[in-house]
């Protein structure tokens, strides 16, 4: 493979910045663009062992005081040799190094190359190769130990348990057909179908993850409505920690929706503060409002604020928020006497709270009602799937191994069952990578950023 270069860290002034390469030319780069401290190429020094050296510019100036260190082939991120520099984090130190590593034969990596390569290698499947981004992108503490599981193989090895039942059942029917002379045991109906209701059952425990995974990974997209002047900005600045929204004392203050990502009760909440929804003759209030109602259609979790008595405008809102998967009543301005009071029959919150936003009281017990709608979940760390890729290709494998058991129990013979079966195998195949298209692999590691 030809030599690929990257600076790995942020292209911004830091304390240390690393340079990284691989490839067959690697070692003879790293020798071209370091001069170690005692002389010896860094060629010839112990892999995996940091030495203390100055980093050239392509002319052969000193351009820094650094650390390198080499990893073997077999033995590196990308099953390649490689090297890393470790210098000061200038971008402009940063930039030098790699055109001095250009000058020597690499070239600039592309996105998610060094990733590629090591699944290429072997060194990683699927399955961890999407970790390595989910853990540079987590937002969380439960999202980054779910990638860190699946960076271990958690999740490789509970698909792979099913891979491996299936395909056993599958090759001792093909061995039996095509050697019949050998003495090798039937595959009988009672152990195909043993394996394929297993199959079935661990899938399906599979594929309820993803919800929870994707609520770890991208949050959960809530939507704060009510009246105008209710206290949904106050709210917002008050979860986010700071003054992000306008706050007046004149109704329609805000007039279009507002977006923050913030921690609450654990959960990474996609925070969308409204307008006001109420019926307005101000053409721009009313585009507010027209957003205010389409933020809360696409929202995953409605916080509908009042602060009593309730209106017909209060009601017409939180039967509104109602039709969202899940809602919070908030009774706010508590400070104010702002309190609780009876709902019609028709509206049945997950949980109501009373708080207020100017002083904190009850903040804590909003966080606690969105922490019991959001459980982290029994699930072993690293065992969620986290995308729609992986997601599919379970929903693929369940709807095929669903499929043999139907033709089992329709009283067909194991081998019309084993169509389904073998595109069950492949589905899973998929999921992990032991069979890919091309086109797909591509497709993955575009998303990854450049030195990774």
């Not at 592309?110 to 090591?118: C, I, N, S």
């Not at 998929?430 to 497709?443: M, P």
Request: hydrophobic share 45%.
């Amino acid at each position: 493979m030809d030599t690929i270069a990257a600076v790995s860290t942020a292209r911004a002034v830091s304390a240390i910045g690393i340079v990284r390469l691989s490839g067959d030319g690697a070692f003879a780069a790293a020798d071209a663009v370091f001069r170690p401290q005692d002389g010896r190429p860094l060629s010839a020094h112990p892999r995996r062992t940091m030495v203390l050296g100055a980093l050239l510019d392509r002319e052969g100036r000193v351009l820094d005081q650094a650390l390198a260190v080499t990893f073997p082939k077999g033995g590196s991120y990308t099953g390649e040799d490689s090297a890393e520099f470790h210098c000061h984090g200038s971008p402009v130190v940063l930039e030098e190094a790699l055109q001095s590593l250009f000058a020597h034969g690499a070239r600039q990596a592309l996105g998610g190359e060094f990733t590629k390569r090591a699944f290429l290698s072997g060194n990683l499947d699927l399955t961890q190769a999407e970790a390595v981004i989910d853990l540079i992108e987590a937002e969380t503490a439960d999202a980054a130990r779910n990638a860190a599981g699946q960076l271990e193989g958690s999740l490789r090895r509970r698909i792979e348990g099913v891979y491996e039942n299936l395909m056993e059942v599958t090759s001792r029917f093909y061995a039996v057909v095509d050697y019949p002379d050998e003495d090798i045991e039937d595959l009988e109906t009672p152990q195909l179908r043993a394996a394929l209701e297993g199959g079935v059952a661990d899938l399906e425990g599979l594929a309820a993850t993803f919800r929870r995974g994707q609520v770890l990974k991208q949050g959960v997209a809530t939507a704060i409505v009510g009246r105008p002047n209710v206290g949904k900005s106050s709210l917002l600045n008050a979860l986010v920690g700071f003054d992000r929204c306008l706050v007046t004392d004149v109704a329609g203050t805000t007039r279009d929706t507002v977006e923050e990502k913030v921690l609450v009760g654990g959960v990474l909440l996609r925070l969308i503060d409204t307008a006001g929804i109420r019926d307005t003759a101000d053409a721009v209030e009313q585009l507010g409002v027209e957003r205010s109602r389409a933020a809360l259609a696409g929202a995953e979790l409605a916080l509908a604020m009042a602060d009593g008595p309730l209106t017909e405008e209060d009601l017409e809102i939180l039967r509104e928020a109602s039709r969202c998967p899940h809602w919070i009543l908030i009774w706010s301005k508590a400070d104010l006497g702002g309190g609780p009071e009876a709902l019609p029959e028709d509206l049945s919150p997950d949980a109501a709270v009373t708080l207020s936003s100017r002083t904190g009281e009850g903040i804590s017990d909003l966080e606690a009602a969105v922490a019991a709608l959001y459980p982290v979940g029994a699930a072993p760390a690293g065992q969620l799937l986290t995308n729609p890729r992986q997601a599919q290709a379970v929903t693929r494998a369940l709807e095929a191994l669903r499929g043999a058991l139907t033709a089992l129990e329709s009283g067909l013979t194991p081998d019309a069952a084993l169509t389904d079966t073998e595109a069950a195998l492949g589905a899973l195949g998929e999921l992990t990578g032991r069979t890919i298209r091309e086109d797909l692999v591509e497709q993955i590691f575009s998303r990854f950023c450049v030195g990774k």
